[in-house]
């Protein structure tokens, strides 16, 4: 299964949206033959009536099935409400053949910050399906800090209950965003997959435009950033999920990740 991972595509009518590198990144994108489009929040930038209309023109552009999670810009001027008019229950397990995909809103209205909380932590406990089908657990917030993102602050309040909850469980992949840096790690059995910024004008240093496109077969998960001004692509991470073994182009830039 091939799922692209985007993020923080920030729809508005002023200086935050670039038009033109998501006309180009959906190029990209549809061009990857994704069975599952995650956009893992931020897709307005204040949450505002024109901004999801604006969001919901643009993302018809997008192939194949698309779910989402809202983000913390989603949420703000009464966003929260309209959330659910246009992209449906912001909480959700979606079963697919292989697949259980949890989906959870991090955000709480006109806050940076985020929160689980006992009600959706218990929603990720009945999203679990392990044997036959691969549990993917998917919000806005980071779980754990991100190197070059800046100054930590934004990580959910209750990150020690819920990642407690996804390593006990032993939840092999978890996607979040928020931070518009790509970035990911193994920590026991998790893979923790951050995607950067689909369309936002705030990218930070050279990271740019990017998108993650994640293939999941028997053994293993990889994860491949898709750099969107340059069209590139290119392998980060590895995760064999029967023995656990781990590749990490982040902190083995010379390993060759196949």
């Not at 643009?58 to 983000?71: D, T």
């Not at 966003?79 to 992209?87: A, N, Q, S, V």
């Not at 999203?127 to 800090?145: A, D, N, Q, Y």
Request: with cysteine; charged share 25%.
């Amino acid at each position: 299964m091939r799922i692209a991972h985007i993020s923080d595509i920030h729809c508005n009518y002023g200086s935050d949206f670039n038009s033109k590198v998501f006309d180009s990144a959906v190029k990209l994108l549809n061009k990857t033959d994704s069975d599952l489009v995650f956009i893992s929040g931020d897709l307005t930038t204040w949450g505002l009536l024109s901004e999801y209309k604006l969001a919901k023109e643009k993302l018809k552009e997008i192939n194949g099935k698309i779910v989402i999670v809202p983000g913390n810009h989603d949420e703000r001027n009464l966003g929260y409400k309209l959330f659910p008019e246009f992209f449906g229950d912001p909480s959700f397990i979606h079963i697919y053949k292989n697949l259980s995909f949890v989906g959870l809103p991090s955000s709480e209205p006109d806050k940076d910050d985020g929160r689980l909380g006992r009600r959706r932590h218990r929603l990720i406990e009945r999203g679990i399906k392990k044997g036959k089908k691969l549990t993917i657990v998917g919000f806005h917030h980071h779980l754990i800090p991100v190197p070059n993102s800046g100054r930590e602050k934004n990580i959910i309040e209750d990150a020690g209950e819920t990642l407690d909850i996804i390593l006990k469980n032993e939840v092999p992949l978890v996607l979040m965003g928020h931070r518009h840096v790509p970035y990911g790690v193994k920590i026991h059995k998790t893979l923790l997959v951050n995607a950067g910024t689909f369309s936002c004008n705030r990218t930070r240093a050279h990271f740019g435009h990017t998108f993650n496109i994640i293939d999941i077969d028997n053994e293993n998960i990889t994860v491949t950033v898709v750099d969107i001004t340059n069209n590139k692509q290119k392998k980060m991470i590895k995760f064999n999920l029967e023995n656990g073994h781990y590749k990490n182009r982040y902190y083995n830039p010379d390993i060759r990740i196949e």
